[in-house]
């Protein structure tokens, strides 16, 4: 990594944060059926934006010389340390709404629990949402963990421009297909329980091709570059507002993805970087449990307090302030701590095999080892 790059891209963790407030503004609608259609916007592909980040991020920061059981252990390993505590105390959250009868609508078995429970709920392995309906998304990105190795054996060794056509054939074929399997006439950006995995892996590979041009990117990197990646997100973000795209808004995330990362790489720390990077930290947990305080929280709040659908707005900017709080104290107190707990297993497996290797390694090439590690 050069010293010029960013070796977090904080204007992206702020694309995140956007984004998963986006969607919870597309559930908070829900609570009136008299919300103005102004608010009905397409936020839920939002979520697609997620995949196309996490494939960006997570091959971005992949060492180039991972290989083995060890290394794909390893790997596994981080990433459930960054998805599993929070999704493991959002379903607890739901066992506990439902126990009490706060959610009347959930169709929520016991054989739900063990999906959920497996992060299989997105696998098509049942024909409705269950629990935390939005940890579908985290099923689906669970399977492009799995199965995230290959998908980088596949990219390292191919040109661009062919991993670019397989991306847009993934999506032609998983979007416009009309394939069966999807439960819903929206196809490939409706899919959730119904294969929903399926709808993650062209934007995660997508966002492993885009780390690939980024890297590839050092000519463009200018701090000038960072405005036309804010532009094109701000876009995407207008014509999730107008009309339902999904293709130009893939095209948008897309491109606000590699351009903003560009710019920012010409930074030596992006103005600001500190807030953004602690409102990026909050992305997750507003994304996780979100429609938990929606239903025990919002909606309560809502028919309380006795609003007029022309006072959604309001309601929505002070509701997403108290998410927004409540989701960086999770981060503080809850999420990073079980995240640091559970990755100093994969740093332990990682310092005992190389005192293996080095007690293994003959006296004579010990030089030679020090200086590769």
């Known amino acids: 990594m050069e010293a010029s790059e960013a070796r977090r891209f904080v204007v992206l963790d702020f694309y995140r944060f956007v984004a998963a407030l986006g969607v919870f503004i597309f559930h908070l609608k829900l609570i009136d059926t008299g919300i103005s259609p102004a608010w009905n916007g397409s936020y839920g592909l939002f979520v697609d934006m997620f995949f196309i980040l996490s494939g960006f991020v997570i091959s971005y920061s992949y060492p180039s010389d991972a290989r083995g059981v060890a290394a794909y252990s390893r790997f596994m390993i981080r990433r459930i340390a960054r998805i599993y505590p929070l999704h493991l105390l959002s379903l607890l959250i739901f066992v506990v709404l439902i126990g009490v009868g706060l959610e009347r609508t959930a169709r929520s078995t016991p054989l739900d629990f063990l999906y959920n429970l497996l992060l299989l709920q997105a696998w098509g392995v049942t024909d409705h949402l269950s629990f935390n309906s939005p940890s579908w998304s985290i099923s689906a990105e669970f399977f492009c963990y799995l199965i995230f190795p290959l998908l980088m054996l596949l990219a390292r060794k191919m040109q661009p421009i062919v991993l670019g056509a397989i991306v847009a054939a993934l999506y032609l074929v998983l979007a416009h297909g009309h394939l069966p399997i999807w439960q819903e006439r929206s196809q490939m950006y409706g899919a959730n329980f119904d294969y929903g995995m399926l709808r993650a892996l062209p934007s995660f590979l997508n966002g492993i091709l885009l780390a690939i041009l980024f890297r590839m990117s050092h000519p ?26 999904p293709d130009l808004a893939i095209l948008l995330f897309s491109c606000a993805i590699l351009l903003t990362a560009v710019g920012e790489s010409a930074f030596k720390e992006f103005p600001g970087a500190r807030l953004l990077g602690r ?10 449990l979100h429609d938990a305080i929606l239903i025990a929280v919002f909606k309560p709040l809502w028919i309380w307090l006795g609003l007029r659908p022309d006072q959604f707005g309001l309601f929505a900017l002070a509701c997403c302030a108290v998410l927004t709080i409540a989701a960086d104290r999770t981060y503080a107190y809850f999420e990073n701590p079980a995240r640091r707990f559970i990755n100093r297993w994969a740093d332990i497996g990682a310092t005992s095999s190389r005192k293996r290797a080095a007690a293994d390694t003959p006296v004579r090439f010990e030089n030679t080892e020090r200086a590769v590690n």
């Open 220 to 245: 463009y990197r200018h701090k000038r570059m960072i405005f036309a990646g804010i532009g094109t997100f701000g876009l995407s973000v207008l014509v999730l507002n107008v009309f339902a795209k």
């Open 279 to 288: 409102l990026g930290n909050t992305s997750y947990a507003i994304y996780m």
